[in-house]
């Protein structure tokens, strides 16, 4: 079985400061693991994903993740916040192994950003 | 590339009546989820196709939902009758196959009175 926990619900940053949102995941095989980004209103879209190559991923908007294996983790980043950013992101993790693999979301974080 | 296209975008209806939200993915993809989001949560899968075959229905509240996928490409989720608790947003998504990442629709957003 697979899940992620996402480390608080609500983080706060002021403009043009660093954004941290934790991911932990468990999963029985390599994993596949995405970050996604939920505007008000909208469907949810990909920021980037990791998919076994590069731990250190770059996605769009200036977010980036790394996974590392031995905390089970998946930090999602970005060194300067900006009041776009301000949105719900979700963490996932799928099974790459088989062809119908399962993704399974956390419940997400709000990140709010401060003028 | 179009995207993937969800309708009714808002549905209001009293409970005990009865719904169908409709997806159409990307042209090609072979896997389509719908998820039900209730605020504050993250998406839960309730269905999962491959082509329009069922992979995974697990969480699929099969006294009262269902969902079809005809011939591989459209889908429809019904919910007959509703509950209050079945006020959230349906998402619809799509992916080349089923660990690829996935095209989130807008969404409908479905109250219950």
């Known amino acids: 079985a697979q899940s992620v926990t996402q480390l608080g619900s609500h983080v706060s940053v002021s403009e043009g400061a660093l954004v941290l949102l934790r991911c932990n995941y468990s999963s029985s095989v390599p994993p596949y693991l995405f970050w996604y980004v939920q505007y008000p209103n909208q469907g949810l879209q990909l920021l980037l994903k990791?998919?076994?190559?590069?731990?250190l991923v770059k996605g769009i908007n200036g977010f980036e993740a790394e996974f590392k294996k031995s905390e089970t983790s998946f930090h999602l980043t970005k060194p300067s916040a900006h009041m776009s950013d301000a949105a719900e992101y979700f963490c996932a993790v799928s099974d790459p192994n088989t062809n119908a693999g399962k993704s399974t979301f956390g419940d997400g974080t709000t990140l709010t950003v401060k003028p | 590339e179009a995207g993937v296209a969800q309708s009714p975008r808002y549905k209001i209806i009293e409970k005990r009546q009865s719904v169908a939200f409709w997806c159409n993915p990307i042209?090609?993809?072979?896997?389509l989820y719908w998820y039900q989001q209730i605020l504050g949560q993250g998406p839960k899968l309730l269905i999962q196709?491959?082509?329009?075959?069922?992979?995974?229905d697990s969480q699929l509240p099969k006294d009262r939902f269902s969902a079809e996928r005809l011939k591989g490409v459209d889908s429809t989720l019904k919910i007959q009758p509703a509950k209050l608790e079945d006020s959230a947003v349906y998402l619809c998504?799509?992916?080349?196959?089923?660990?690829?990442?996935?095209?989130f629709g807008p969404g409908t957003r479905l109250t219950v009175l």
């Open positions: 042209s090609g993809h072979a896997t």
């Open positions: 196709f491959q082509n329009n075959g069922v992979v995974d």
């Open positions: 990791y998919t076994s190559a590069a731990t």
């Open positions: 998504a799509s992916s080349l196959r089923g660990w690829n990442e996935q095209f």
